[in-house]
T-cell receptor, first 114, second 112 residues
Framework: AQKVTQAQTEISVVEKEDVTLDCVYE???????LFWYKQPPSGELVFLIR??????QNEISGRYSWNFQKSTSSFNFTITASQVVDSAVYFC???????????FGKGITLSVRP | DVKVTQSSRYLVKRTGEKVFLECVQD?????MFWYRQDPGLGLRLIYF???????EKGDIPEGYSVSREKKERFSLILESASTNQTSMYLC???????????FGQGTRLTVV
């Protein structure tokens, strides 16, 4: 069975603060993919990043960065210098091998105050 | 530009009606999923399909059925809508050997 845990439920920060969203996963498969999605108030799930289990390199995209560590089964997401537009619900998800389920964490509601 | 399209953004139906939610993808993906999202419960998987005419139950299939007659279209059917099926429904399309996973814009269904 697979599982994704996002222990933080709500985070509130002031604009320009850095914030890290945690994601811990469980799977028995050796090949799997991890995803992060952003869900703004409009409701659509916006794809942010995909990482496969064989690639532990950290990734940076503008103010966003991701830290993947297989040793701790974590795939954490950091927003640097947060902005009000970053306010949304963020989901971490896992899919193992072919013909498998895409499993989500419960999501983290991020509020960035001006 | 990749696209997953759900037939309706907002829908209001009466209790007992048969409801069809349609999802179409243009990426030639093998796998398609239906989720519902409720406050405090996150996204819960209803059904998924990894090939035409194939379907698998997810975590909460009761009260729902699905149809996948063509690769690009995955329909969710509420046989007899009930008020506890009022929710946001999200369709996902996954392919490229699980490297691509995109969602439709969501359908907010209200059953009155």
């Amino acid at each position: 069975a697979q599982k994704v845990t996002q222990a933080q439920t709500e985070i509130s920060v002031v604009e320009k603060e850095d914030v890290t969203l945690d994601c811990v996963y469980e799977t028995r498969d050796t090949t799997y993919y991890l995803f992060w999605y952003k869900q703004p108030p409009s409701g659509e799930l916006v794809f942010l990043i995909r990482r496969n289990s064989f690639d532990e390199q950290n990734e940076i995209s503008g103010r966003y960065s991701w830290n993947f560590q297989k040793s701790t089964s974590s795939f954490n997401f950091t927003i640097t210098a947060s902005q009000v537009v970053d306010s949304a619900v963020y989901f971490c998800a896992l899919i193992p091998g072919a013909n498998s389920k895409l499993t989500f964490g419960k999501g983290i509601t991020l509020s960035v105050r001006p | 530009d990749v696209k997953v399209t759900q037939s309706s953004r907002y829908l209001v139906k009466r209790t007992g009606e048969k409801v069809f939610l349609e999802c179409v993808q243009d990426m030639d993906h093998e796998n398609m999923f239906w989720y519902r999202q409720d406050p405090g419960l996150g996204l819960r998987l209803i059904y998924f399909s990894y090939d035409v005419k194939m379907k698998e139950k997810g975590d909460i299939p009761e009260g729902y059925s699905v149809s996948r007659e063509k690769k690009e279209r995955f329909s969710l059917i509420l046989e007899s809508a009930s008020t506890n099926q009022t929710s946001m429904y999200l369709c996902a399309s996954i392919g490229g050997q699980n490297t691509e996973a995109f969602f439709g814009q969501g359908t907010r269904l209200t059953v009155v």
